[in-house]
């Protein structure tokens, strides 16, 4: 097997600080947003009827028997509120778990964008795998805050009728 030659090494090298570049700017311009913005309904953070409030991603990939292993980001950061457990179950401790699973999602969607710059320094099928390494990162969580959010949902509601 021939040598890694050194300019494979320093576009490796370049991209891993890159992407942690882009994971932790990504994470604290999220962490900087209030509360408020994730508390009201808007229309990009909406579960779908199809998800049928999280069970759909239960059944897809069941999520229950990963999900535990993935890394709250707000023990990297030290900032931020951790979704590991519930902080309480009133209806308001819920409400703002349910919020802070979509920073958690609009921070996971907002890490997938920059992919597309690694074609500038990378050759294009390395790029490729840049996006490919976007998606697949990102999505596990994607999924987690979406499937507890739509737990949680279904809990508030029917608490509310």
Known sequence: MPPISLPVIWTVCIDIFAWAFFHVVVAVLCLKLPLAFFLKDRIWFRLFVWEKSG?????????????GRLIDGTVILKKGYGKKKLHGTGISDLKVF?????RAELTHWLSIVPAPLFFIWNPVWAGWVMILYAV????PFIIVQRYN?????????????
């Open 55 to 67: 069970k759909l991603w239960q059944r897809l990939f069941r999520v229950k028997r990963w999900k």
């Open 98 to 102: 349910a919020a802070e699973t979509k």
């Open 136 to 139: 697949m990162f990102n999505l």
């Open 149 to 161: 959010r739509g737990r949680i949902d279904a809990i508030t509601l029917s608490t509310n009728r």
